[in-house]
Nanobody, 123 residues
Framework: DVQLQASGGGLVQAGGSVRLSCVAS????????IGWFRQAPGKERGVVSC????????YTADSVKGRFTISSDNAKNTVYLQMNNLNPEDTSVYYC????????????????WGQGTLVTVSS
């Protein structure tokens, strides 16, 4: 049974930092790309950043490039999203998703996803 557990969200002031964690279980970690997506109320879920260990590639959306960094810890089957210099536009529910095909950026293409964690950035 595949599970993706996202955590680390909360309330943070503009300019602050948060680190999200995504723990994956029930799958072979190296065989999957893991992506972070976010969805604000009334908006579609969009890609933030994703990483693939199989082909050692990663992608980060232009809107967060230079502020957000994705990384992974294979020993812990965990992918992190370090988010710095947050602004109110970053307020969203953040989801981690797993895909057996590397490089895809559409949330609906991914095979598995978790419940999400809410990040609220106050001005």
């Amino acid at each position: 049974d595949v599970q993706l557990q996202a955590s680390g969200g909360g309330l943070v002031q503009a300019g602050g930092s948060v680190r999200l964690s995504c723990v994956a279980s029930g799958l072979t970690f190296d065989d999957y790309a893991i992506g972070w997506f976010r969805q604000a109320p009334g908006k579609e879920r969009g890609v933030v950043s994703c990483i693939s260990r199989a082909d050692r590639t990663s992608y980060t959306a232009d809107s967060v490039k230079g502020r957000f960094t994705i990384s992974s810890d294979n020993a812990k089957n965990t992918v992190y999203l370090q988010m710095n210099n947050l602004n109110p536009e970053d307020t969203s529910v953040y989801y981690c998703e797993a895909d057996d095909v590397a490089g895809r950026l559409a949330a609906r293409a991914y095979d598995y996803w978790g419940q999400g964690t809410l990040v609220t950035v106050s001005s």
